[in-house]
């Protein structure tokens, strides 16, 4: 987009906000989502929700609807914590069995947006994991933490305002009869591969979502006195549900149906990260500051690379794990033929400088291998279940876009760095259950024994 465009938009332009752009918004820290929410009130006046999205995004405006949602997920990670109790197992498998579910639940809140909660378990998580206990804190103090700063930012003059400004601001929605007509649209969407929503072709409820913005926006521009409009979304699905094959630009199917219908180039489309970059000359706030803030805090990127760790880099993962194994046992150890690995507190930083991505996380592995004791100069092979946890890095180079939200990553030359500090603990040949470096004189004198007539 030129700049010339853009500040048409800026300073008479309608900006319309997407579910996910204000789910991507409060999942911010705090002060970064407020800077946000300052921005956006430059253009108080024409920062306008679809109704599609109005109705989606209140029930997260209603407090207690919201504390109702995040109960019930602590709720059952509370009854999964009581089921590890009692099952027969080694206190260390029941301490990483409860870390592990305690992660899914993470994982979960930040997917749902309750990311003051997901901050206050992570912090119980990480304390746990630093004591020797097995049994898993309380669970209530995390949501009265939550709940008191929830109330100290519904309290926030600019977090008002903004409420306000997009729950007041919203198109009209379509009629009962127009909904009608466009599920058969859809359907014949769906068949051309035309977006938008080809993407959500596979969802139980909601499938025609965003051909429903889509035609909210449209029906808006002949309606409205603004003549360009510009839409913020976070939705990058892969299959081109927005945007053009590099991500920056409205998908030429959009563009075009926008001229057909209105006659004129009307509509662009932008993710958030690209409009607070554009709108650096305009505003009096650190743009820079925040740019890097989301490049870094980008779900998109990191689910990228946690689906890389969970998929086709667990066996380079692997590899180096077993490395590590290897050099701290008195034998040799065949990776494991069987394994569930699970990725735990991914974190990355982008090196401009060194075009890197620097990517750090915890794992935990429950799965089956073939071990091996060394005893009297010979390997004794056996089957083994096997329970490792412990802390990984990773350089991944980036092949383009640095500094921007569409970084393309070079997985064929991944460098991985297995922390030496891991955790092993593996079924005994005898069933004694214990770690192996601790059973291993225990073990040549059982097999000496055995061998006496």
Excluded at 55 to 64: G, L, S
Excluded at 328 to 355: F, R, T
Excluded at 414 to 420: A, G, K
Excluded at 433 to 445: N, T, V
Aim: hydrophobic content about 35%.
């Amino acid at each position: 987009m030129t700049r010339e465009k853009f500040e048409s938009i800026w300073t008479n332009g309608c900006i319309v906000l997407d579910t996910c752009t204000l789910d991507y918004i409060s999942r911010c820290e705090f002060e970064y989502a407020k800077t946000i929410m300052d921005i956006l009130l430059f253009c108080a006046e024409r920062v306008y929700l679809p109704q599609h999205v109005h109705n989606e995004m209140k029930p997260f405006f209603e407090k207690n609807m919201v504390h109702t949602y995040v109960d019930g997920h602590i709720k059952t990670l509370e009854e999964k914590i009581n089921t590890v109790y009692k099952q027969d197992i080694s206190d260390k498998k029941k301490k990483s069995k409860i870390t592990g579910c305690v992660q899914k639940t993470i994982n979960t809140l930040k997917n749902y947006s309750f990311g003051l909660y997901a901050s206050e378990l992570e912090k119980i998580s990480k304390y746990y994991s630093a004591q020797s206990a097995v049994d898993f804190p309380d669970l209530s103090g995390c949501i009265l933490k939550a709940e008191q700063e929830i109330d100290t930012i519904n309290q926030n003059s600019t977090v008002k305002r903004f409420l306000q400004m997009i729950m007041k601001n919203t198109f009209v929605g379509l009629s009962d009869d127009e909904k009608d007509i466009l599920e058969v649209e859809y359907k014949e969407r769906l068949l051309k591969g035309l977006p938008p929503g080809n993407g959500d072709s596979g969802k139980a409820e909601n499938s025609n979502g965003d051909l429903i913005i889509w035609k909210e926006i449209l029906h808006s521009i002949k309606s409205s006195e603004m003549r360009n409009f510009l839409f913020i979304t976070e939705d990058k699905k892969t299959d081109s549900n927005w945007y053009d094959k590099d991500g920056l630009n409205i998908h030429p199917a959009l563009r075009q149906e926008v001229i057909e219908k209105v006659k004129y180039d009307a509509v662009s489309i932008m993710d958030l990260y690209h409009f607070i970059q554009v709108c650096k000359p305009f505003v009096n706030v650190d743009v820079d500051e925040i740019c890097k803030y989301l490049i870094e805090h980008n779900y998109i990127i990191s689910n990228e690379i946690e689906r890389y760790f969970n998929n086709a880099g667990q066996e380079l993962l692997m590899e180096e794990i077993s490395e590590v194994i290897r050099s701290q046992h008195d034998g040799d150890w065949a990776i494991p033929y069987s394994y569930d690995i699970s990725i735990q507190d991914l974190m990355y930083e982008v090196d401009e400088i060194n075009e890197m991505i620097n990517v750090t996380f915890n794992f935990q592995i429950e799965g089956n291998a073939e071990a091996c004791y060394h005893c009297d100069g010979e390997d004794n092979m056996f089957d083994a279940e096997i329970y490792v946890n412990g802390s990984a890095s990773a350089e991944i180079p980036i092949k383009t876009g640095v500094y921007t939200n569409n970084l393309t990553l070079d997985y064929e030359n991944v460098d991985i760095l297995v922390d030496d500090e891991i955790c092993v603990d593996t079924t005994d040949p005898l069933g004694r259950d214990e770690d192996i470096d601790e059973d291993f004189e225990e073990y040549c004198d059982n097999v000496e024994l055995d061998e006496e007539p």
